[in-house]
Structures are given as C-alpha cells and as structure tokens.
C-alpha cells in the first residue's frame, strides 16, 4: 500500500482534476489499476488494514485537535492521525502553527530534496502538533535519542542549530587524551601493573580505560603516529626505565609548582657534537630539481653547544665546550651564578648522563653552597629521570635552533656557524625580554614542541641533527 500523501495527491489530481485515463496513469506511473481505484476512493491513504478513521477536525479547517489527546500509541488510530497531519500539512501548509519559530524555515524544509532537513523539520512540526517523541520515532522510523537530539537543538539554538552543520569533534584531537596517552608512554609499563619493559597496544589501552578515557585502540593508534613516532622507536625514545620516575618527576613537579620569585629554575643540556659541513634539508625549489648533499665531504670543523634554558624567564645562556665532561658542567654552574648573583638559589636540572651526577660535580655543590653564604645564590641538583629527555625542555630548543639555523646549511667556517647560533639565541633572548613569559607560553622559531614542563610532552625530537 502506498502510504505517500503526496504521490496519493499527484495521482487523484491528475484523473480528477486532469481528466487523464486510469490505464494511462497505472501505466506511466508503475501502480496496479486497483490500487488507482482505491486512491480515487479516499482522499488521503486509509492507513492499516484499510481503517478509515474520521479525520482531525484540523483538516477540515475547524479547531485544532487537542494536543492532549493527539495520537501517542501504537495504534491503527495513531497511524491514521499521523497520515492525515501529514496530508494536512502537505495540503495546507498555513494552517496551525504560525507562531512558532522559524515556522517558515522548517515548511521549507519540507522539501523531499532535502531529506535530513524534512526528517528534521517534521520532528519539531510533529512535537508542536502534540505527538510524542515515541510515536514521532516510530512513524518517522528514527531513534529516539535522535528525535530528542532535534528537540534539544532547536530549543536551545532554533533553526540556525537544527539545520546547521555540525563540526565533527575527533577524539584524537582532544588534547587531554594527547597529554594521558603520551604521559604513559613516558613510564615504565610495571607502574601500571604490567610485567613489560615497553609497553603494548593492548596494555596501553587497557590503562587508559581506566584512567576513564573512552578512545578505541585505532584512535590511540592515530595519536601516537601523528605525533610522528613509531613503536620500533618506543624502547628508545617514549620510555624511561627508571624505577623512580614517578617520584623524580612529582618532585621536578612540585619544584616548578612552587618557585619564589629569587628562585630560578635552568634546563641543561649540550647540543653535539656535529660536524660543519653541508647539510640536507627541506628546500623549496622548482619542478624537476631534486637536491643534493655529497654523501662523503671534508668537515671544516665541529661544535658542541652547552645550554641552560631558565624556565621562569624563558632566557637561554651559551657557550662552546670541547668536550661532554664534569668540569665543563662545573663551569657552566658558576656562569650560573655569576649571571643570576641576584637570586638565592639556583635549581640545575639535567638527564642521567655520568658526567651530570659524577661525585666530582656533587662535591662542587656542596662545597659553593658551605662557602657562598650571602653573596651567591645555592644550588641545588633537581636531576631528570633515567632516560627521560623527553622531559628536558631545553631539547626543544635545541630542536627548533637545528630546524631554523643548522638543517640545509653549509656554513664555511666553524665561526659562521657559531656566529648564526648566537644570533639566533640573542634573538630569542630579547624577544622574550620584551615580551616576559614561562617558558611554553609561545613557541619560537621551529619548536616541535611548547618548551613547557609537562609529562605528555615530546621536547626530544628524534631527528634534531
């Protein structure tokens, strides 16, 4: 039976008001002639079982029919109802209804072009007509939580929000996700309870579960690659197998929480040693030209960048060492304390290399911190996690400098390229003099990350050099 009021209008109005065959509509229109006879029969589709309910006394242009009383069952009565609002509707559009709003807007969207806006459009138009949300999904062959979504939409937003689009929220972009899912990454799985050294796909999720993060396997999947990492690399760079990484780095936490205004806090960490040749890169060049870096070539020097990023002014100090050892660590505390002489204590914090923690720089504190007394600030050793440099913040500098100055480079001389590294640290430096903030607040130049301290942050980028 076809329930359609508007087919069952255009055929009625093309035998009686046309004055065509019946044999010619049956024929052009695909119908059977007995189903033509009974669409001339009645004026609107008779519903189940051939039932010929009275019609709403609204079709006849009487009083509205009490909403009240309007159709909520299953029932051949309630199908009936439903079938001679529609016809109604589609009829005598102005009827009924014209004070509510964007009434106009959702006739429109009445359109059979148009089938999400007609689905939603009847959904409000049958609410204000008195049916309810189960007899609305049950004659529209929707959900209820759908037909309530509608109703939600348009009460708090009208029209604009029930047939705007809506932008499509991914999970993986949620940066709450980002920063749980890579703050795991960054401890030992046996923390959680696994027995592993990395972690795995199936534990991973399983922990975050519990944590109350909903994400499936395949968005978790998604973060991590995104984010440019790979599981083969996880041993490497994701993981730090320090058994008191939660301590070390609540402590770390706890630190920078609460810092004073004479305390400052330093990220440390040397950049090298590398060579001063021709470096590749990305470059942008015209079709057909693919550049080139000789594979073998003379170096004209090399470097070894030793740095100290102090987190509450976002302000780097520099120099050149010729080598990775205690007395160049040593040397860079008493630039330290000379440079921030103003301040009454000093925290160094630096990854486990042996020459951070070597008994001979430990001496050297205790021995300034005995003998400084009013003069020159204390320090103190806040050192990071046993293979966390994801945690050192200075790495992203580090990054962003290599990205900016050294990436596609071929500098003549060891003193050009020191000359463009100072340059480019003196320019970080006074912009963050002229405009004051934490570190993580504003990237500069080509950071892979924000030079913040957080636990689900990557300052280690794998391919710096």
């Given at each position: 039976m076809?329930t359609?009021t508007?087919q069952?209008?255009h055929i009625?109005?093309?035998i009686?008001k046309?004055?065509?065959?019946?044999?010619?509509?049956a024929?052009?229109?695909?119908?059977?002639?007995r189903?033509?006879q009974?669409?001339?029969?009645?004026?609107?589709p008779p519903?189940?079982?051939?039932?010929?309910?009275?019609?709403l006394?609204?079709?006849?242009?009487?009083?509205?029919?009490?909403?009240?009383?309007?159709?909520y069952?299953?029932?051949?009565?309630s199908k009936?109802?439903w079938m001679?609002w529609?016809?109604?509707?589609e009829?005598k559009p102005?009827?009924?209804?014209?004070?509510?709003p964007?009434?106009?807007?959702l006739?429109?969207?009445?359109s059979?072009?148009?089938?999400n806006?007609?689905?939603k459009?009847?959904?409000i138009?049958a609410?204000?007509r008195?049916?309810?949300?189960?007899?609305?999904?049950?004659h529209?062959?929707?959900r209820?939580?759908?037909?309530q979504?509608?109703l939600?939409?348009?009460?708090?937003g009208g029209i604009?929000l029930?047939?705007?689009?809506?932008?499509?929220?991914?999970?993986?972009?949620v940066t709450?996700?980002?920063n749980?899912?890579f703050a795991l990454?960054?401890?030992p799985?046996?923390?959680s309870?696994?027995?592993?050294?990395?972690?795995?796909?199936e534990?991973?999720?399983?922990?975050l579960?519990?944590m109350g993060y909903?994400a499936?396997r395949?968005?978790?999947?998604a973060?991590?690659k995104?984010a440019?990492?790979?599981w083969?690399?996880?041993r490497v760079?994701?993981?730090?197998?320090?058994?008191?990484?939660?301590e070390?780095?609540e402590?770390?936490?706890n630190?920078l929480?609460?810092?004073?205004?004479?305390?400052?806090?330093?990220s440390?960490d040397?950049?090298g040693?590398f060579?001063v040749?021709?470096r590749?890169?990305?470059?942008?060049v015209?079709?057909g030209?693919h550049?080139?870096v000789?594979?073998r070539?003379k170096?004209?020097?090399?470097?070894?960048?030793?740095a100290?990023?102090?987190?509450?002014k976002n302000?780097l100090?520099?120099?050149y060492?010729?080598?990775k050892?205690?007395?160049?660590?040593?040397?860079m505390?008493?630039?330290?304390v000379?440079?921030?002489?103003?301040t009454?204590?000093?925290?160094?914090?630096?990854?486990a290399?042996s020459w951070?923690i070597?008994?001979?720089?430990?001496?050297?504190?205790d021995?300034?911190?005995?003998?400084c007394?009013?003069?020159?600030p204390k320090l103190?050793l806040?050192?990071?996690?046993?293979?966390?440099?994801?945690l050192?913040?200075?790495?992203?500098?580090?990054?962003g400098m290599a990205r900016?100055?050294?990436?596609?480079?071929?500098y003549p001389?060891?003193k050009?390229?020191?000359?463009?590294?100072?340059?480019?640290?003196?320019e970080?430096?006074?912009h963050?003099k002229?405009?004051?903030?934490?570190?993580g607040?504003?990237?500069w130049?080509?950071?892979?990350?924000?030079?913040?301290f957080?636990?689900?942050?990557?300052?280690k980028?794998?391919g710096?050099?």
């Amino acid at each position: 039976m076809y329930t359609s009021t508007r087919q069952w209008n255009h055929i009625r109005k093309r035998i009686l008001k046309l004055g065509e065959s019946q044999r010619q509509v049956a024929r052009l229109e695909g119908i059977g002639r007995r189903t033509i006879q009974k669409m001339l029969k009645y004026e609107f589709p008779p519903g189940y079982k051939g039932c010929n309910l009275q019609k709403l006394s609204s079709i006849q242009g009487d009083e509205p029919v009490n909403t009240s009383t309007a159709c909520y069952s299953n029932s051949p009565q309630s199908k009936q109802q439903w079938m001679e609002w529609m016809y109604s509707l589609e009829q005598k559009p102005s009827i009924g209804q014209q004070n509510l709003p964007g009434w106009a807007e959702l006739i429109a969207g009445l359109s059979p072009a148009l089938n999400n806006s007609r689905r939603k459009a009847l959904v409000i138009l049958a609410n204000e007509r008195g049916f309810s949300t189960s007899a609305i999904a049950k004659h529209l062959k929707a959900r209820r939580k759908t037909v309530q979504h509608y109703l939600a939409d348009f009460q708090s937003g009208g029209i604009a929000l029930l047939f705007g689009r809506k932008a499509r929220k991914i999970k993986y972009d949620v940066t709450a996700l980002k920063n749980a899912v890579f703050a795991l990454l960054h401890e030992p799985p046996t923390l959680s309870g696994f027995n592993r050294t990395t972690w795995r796909m199936e534990d991973l999720h399983k922990t975050l579960r519990k944590m109350g993060y909903t994400a499936c396997r395949h968005i978790v999947r998604a973060v991590i690659k995104d984010a440019g990492y790979r599981w083969r690399s996880a041993r490497v760079v994701l993981t730090s197998n320090d058994p008191k990484y939660r301590e070390k780095l609540e402590y770390l936490q706890n630190i920078l929480s609460h810092l004073k205004d004479d305390e400052r806090f330093f990220s440390i960490d040397e950049f090298g040693p590398f060579a001063v040749k021709m470096r590749p890169g990305r470059v942008l060049v015209e079709a057909g030209v693919h550049p080139t870096v000789p594979q073998r070539q003379k170096s004209k020097g090399w470097l070894i960048v030793t740095a100290a990023l102090e987190l509450s002014k976002n302000r780097l100090t520099h120099f050149y060492s010729n080598a990775k050892n205690t007395a160049e660590m040593i040397h860079m505390a008493k630039v330290l304390v000379e440079e921030y002489k103003d301040t009454k204590v000093l925290y160094l914090s630096w990854d486990a290399a042996s020459w951070h923690i070597s008994k001979e720089l430990v001496a050297f504190v205790d021995e300034h911190n005995k003998t400084c007394s009013e003069t020159y600030p204390k320090l103190e050793l806040a050192p990071l996690p046993a293979s966390a440099q994801f945690l050192n913040i200075i790495e992203s500098v580090f990054s962003g400098m290599a990205r900016a100055i050294i990436h596609n480079s071929n500098y003549p001389s060891v003193k050009a390229a020191t000359e463009a590294i100072d340059r480019y640290f003196s320019e970080r430096n006074q912009h963050f003099k002229n405009t004051p903030s934490r570190a993580g607040k504003k990237i500069w130049g080509l950071e892979r990350t924000s030079t913040e301290f957080n636990a689900g942050n990557n300052c280690k980028d794998p391919g710096y050099r």
